[in-house]
C-alpha cells in the first residue's frame, strides 16, 4: 500500500504540505476553522517526510482531500470546502 493510500483513511480532509509554507498556513487556518464548525476530522500530513508524497505533491503544496479525493491545491475555498463536507461520506 502506498503512502499516500495509507493516509488516506486518516481523517475526512487531509491537507498535504510542508513546514514554512504560508499558503499551507493560510489553508489550515480555514481547515481549522470549517472542520471545528462541521465537526469533522482533519489532518496535515508533511510530504517532505516521505519521498513518495513529495515527488507528488511538491510542486503543489497545500493539497486538500476531502474522503479521500483530491479537492484542492494551492488553497483552498471555503464555500467549496463545506459543501463537499456536507455531502454524504462514500462507504470505503
Do not use: I, K, N
Not at 513546514?19 to 496535515?44: F, I, K, M, P
Not at 513529495?54 to 484542492?72: A, C, K, N
Amino acid at each position: 500500500m502506498s503512502a499516500l493510500e495509507q493516509t488516506r483513511h486518516l481523517a475526512r480532509v487531509v491537507v498535504y504540505g510542508r513546514q514554512g509554507c504560508h499558503l499551507c498556513d493560510d489553508v489550515l487556518d480555514v481547515v481549522r476553522r470549517v472542520c471545528a464548525e462541521t465537526g469533522d476530522s482533519w489532518t496535515e500530513v508533511d510530504v517532505d517526510q516521505d519521498a513518495e508524497l513529495e515527488d507528488r505533491f511538491t510542486e503543489e503544496v497545500p493539497v486538500t482531500f476531502v474522503d479521500g479525493r483530491q479537492h484542492d491545491y494551492w488553497r483552498v475555498d471555503e464555500t467549496r470546502l463545506r459543501a463537499a463536507l456536507a455531502r454524504e461520506r462514500p462507504a470505503p
